[in-house]
């Protein structure tokens, strides 16, 4: 993250694009990080599990949108091969 700013931002074009039935939908996220290039952000979630998300930089109205991967802690995220997360 490059600022407080840019993390505020991530975190609200997350709520804008969950619709309801996605995973996250009514959880409160925070962004950690971001995949430069990509439009993927890793969350840190309030009950401690991390979700990799793919922003489509729209609203969605289909619960599949934004993917997601869920990640029970960021040890498990780490273990994932670079080039796979």
Same mark, same amino acid.
């Given at each position: 993250m490059t600022s407080e700013t840019e993390r505020q931002e991530l975190d609200e074009e997350l709520v804008r694009e969950l619709s309801p039935g996605h995973v +996250?939908?009514?959880s409160r996220a925070s962004a950690m990080g971001r995949r430069w290039r990509r439009d993927d952000v890793l969350f840190r979630l309030e009950d401690g599990r991390y979700a990799q998300v793919? +922003?489509?930089r729209r609203e969605e109205t289909n619960p599949f949108w934004p993917s997601t991967d869920l990640f029970a802690?960021?040890?498990?995220?780490?273990s994932v091969p670079v080039e796979d997360r």
């Open positions: +996250l939908y009514g793919h +922003l489509t802690s960021f040890a498990d995220w780490q």
